[in-house]
């Protein structure tokens, strides 16, 4: 019997049912998610491999008081942006060879951007 279940609730879904939903800002469906039991909040872009704006990741956490990850589109360029934001990232198709979620790893891209995050770790405990 499952006793430590933790519910992560992506709460704009990519390739979901935006129009359903287009009433609510970002805000306030993390707003509910939370009010409603989510142990964390997921922030997607609108596909695979698009990343929120740092905006729209900003807004979340402002709402809320539960962990806040981005769940599409995190890659070197925009990791820092991301991540000063949230507690952490979801990555899939970046870490696949030439960006594809049907190949392999690709194990010195992620080696690469995990040089990026540790770089950025370190401007934060600073």
Same mark, same amino acid.
């Given at each position: 019997r499952a006793q430590e279940i933790q519910f992560f609730c992506d709460i704009n879904v990519k390739h979901g049912s935006h129009f359903i939903i287009s009433?609510?800002?970002?805000?306030?469906?993390?707003?509910?998610?939370?009010?409603?039991?989510a142990d964390a909040i997921i922030v997607t872009g609108f596909e695979t491999g698009k990343a929120p704006t740092p905006e729209k990741v900003k807004e979340v956490c402002d709402i809320v008081n539960?962990?806040?990850?981005i769940g599409s589109g995190v890659n070197e360029k925009n990791v820092h942006d991301l991540l000063r934001f949230a507690q952490g990232a979801i990555i899939g198709s970046y870490? $696949?060879?030439? =960006?594809?979620?049907?190949? !392999?790893?690709?194990?010195?891209?992620?080696?690469?951007?995990? $040089?990026?995050? =540790?770089?950025?770790?370190? !401007?934060?405990?600073s």
């Open positions: 009433d609510r800002s970002v805000a306030e469906q993390a707003h509910d998610a939370e009010t409603e039991g539960i962990p806040v990850f870490f $696949k060879r030439d =960006n594809d979620w049907k190949k !392999e790893v690709d194990k010195d891209r992620v080696k690469s951007f995990m $040089k990026v995050v =540790n770089q950025l770790r370190s !401007e934060i405990e």
